[in-house]
């Protein structure tokens, strides 16, 4: 019956192992340490990389995966979820520090400039893609154009002034084709105006403030200097009333003396 029981015993025990395990487990991949800066850019980082991606798929569990993978490898624990979600923490406080100035933003928010330089990527390659859509529509109208003017030449050979025609007309069509890449030019300008505008703006109204909040400073520092002069005017005025009470004291002292010296010398007097 002993050795039974001891059996028993080691089999619970075996039994209970894997679950002290799994608990162990448990407890190092359940705990979440904060995100360091060195950990956030690195993130910020791949992110970045594949952001055009991003934007090209709208299941985006996989991407998530590999940044997940490639912080592993970094020596960062982080899962998909976990990426995701300080994604959009973070998005929302880059959101949220547009609308203040541009440097008090950046001073509360140490990650503003990897996400704008994300953001303004993702903007040029937007602009690119419209730029080269619509010349890729320009060259389709330019190659079906062609081939009905092979279809005309070969069943009209002999108009010379047709056909001189329609090689004007291809060239045009061709300056057209190169038109867009100055298109595509001007969008940029246009792009680099609006953002030094905004930057001047954000400028603007950073100096503005910041007058502001010099002339209440300097009125700060006036009303201060008034109330220190009123100070020392009271202490003086105080100190004087109390010298002439001290003065009064000693002449009211010396009359008393006077007249007690005056009554002992009259007692003497009435003595003899």
Not at 9 to 31: E, S
Not at 230 to 249: G, K, S, T, V, Y
Request: charged content about 35%.
């Amino acid at each position: 019956m002993e050795g039974h029981h001891h059996l028993h015993l080691q089999q619970q025990q075996q039994h209970l192992l894997p679950h002290q395990n799994i608990i162990t487990n448990v407890d190092v991949t359940d705990r979440f340490p904060q995100w360091s800066i060195a950990e956030t850019k690195e993130f910020l980082v791949m992110r970045a990389e594949l952001d055009q991606a991003f934007m090209e798929t709208k299941r985006n569990k996989q991407l998530w995966d590999v940044i997940s993978t490639n912080m592993k490898e970094k020596g960062y624990h982080r899962s998909a979820d976990q990426c995701k979600c300080k994604w959009k923490n973070l998005v929302t406080r880059y959101k949220g520090c547009e609308t203040m100035e541009q440097e008090a933003g950046r001073q509360q928010f140490p990650f503003y400039n990897e996400l704008q330089a994300t953001f303004n990527a993702r903007m040029q390659r937007m602009m690119w893609a419209e730029a080269e859509a619509a010349g890729s529509k320009k060259k389709a109208v330019e190659l079906s154009s062609d081939d009905e003017d092979d279809v005309n030449e070969e069943s009209a050979e002999a108009d010379h002034q047709k056909a001189g025609n329609r090689r004007k007309k291809k060239k045009a069509k061709v300056a057209c084709g190169s038109g867009g890449l100055n298109n595509l030019k001007e969008i940029l300008e246009e792009f680099m105006r609006q953002q030094m505008q905004i930057e001047a703006q954000w400028m603007e109204a950073f100096e503005s403030r910041e007058n502001e909040r010099r002339l209440k400073e300097m009125e700060w520092r006036q009303q201060m200097e008034v109330l220190k002069n009123q100070r020392i005017m009271m202490d003086q005025r105080w100190r004087e009333r109390e010298e002439q009470r001290r003065i009064r004291e000693e002449a009211r002292a010396e009359k008393r003396d006077a007249l007690i010296t005056a009554l002992l010398n009259k007692l003497e007097r009435e003595e003899m």
